[in-house]
């Protein structure tokens, strides 16, 4: 395992970078090699991170698994937890109903946290509100398409799969054509949002038999409301990422998820989703073969 050098700390910021000190003598970060991420070794637990009793250590980011000391991810950790210890109180986007015990770990490190979820409910009670340069009433990173709610419209209540895998994570394309493939065949309705970018390094581009077959059960957009999608009476089910704002969405509308966790912190929400909530079940990344 290799060695990191860690700033000194104040009073005033010792207690979190106790913890990161506490991850690294762990041997959580830096195997010598890649190979050394046995099954044994992934499942090793961590029962020290108050409010995560019980956690696994396949659970946490992938850069908290393998990882060097000059990797932007943990390094960006340690400044974040750093400058965590310099201010004098911390909103996060939970709800303790949700996190109780969660929360109060981490309150038992910063006294002063303030928990303000879910925050769509707070911006649904607004009616109009608008700032300079910022509109409440749309806060989506893509365009919407209102055909998707419309094409809603004509199915029943819990009749419809509605998958999402997020606006930044991608995909190969022999994951999609898995994904769409497994969609066909549960013979379910389904509404599909494939962004332009989804698949990684090249075009989501779905052969014409799998579009077709799509077709009769599906309806593919590249983004919509997903608010309003999961509050629609036809969605019954959510194939998800397991981002935080989906997962806090999901919640809110009261519909079970499907995770398929990709990366960074997908795999503890999935975890918590999983085994603490009990919302939800997680699936494996399928594997694909090529061609």
Known sequence: MNSYNFPKTTNKSKNIFQYQLLLVNQSCFFVSDESDLTTEYLDMEIDWIPGMEGLLLKELPEFMRYSKPEDPSFKYLLETAQAADNVSHIIIHTFEELEAKLVKGIKSIFPNIYT???????LNQITKMETKNFDLDCYSLWKEEPEC????????????VYVNFGSIT???LQELLEFGWGLVNSNLYFLWIIRTDLVDGEPAVLPQELYEAMSEKGFIGSWCSQEEV????????FLTHGGWGSIIESLSAGVPMICWPFSGDQLINCRQMCKEWEVGMEIERPECEEG
């Open 116 to 122: 303000v979820g879910p925050l769509q409910l707070h």
């Open 170 to 172: 991608v995909m190969s």
């Open 149 to 160: 709610v419309q094409w809603l419209q004509s199915k029943e209540p819990n009749s419809v």
């Open 230 to 237: 999961l509050n629609h009476p036809a969605v019954g089910g």
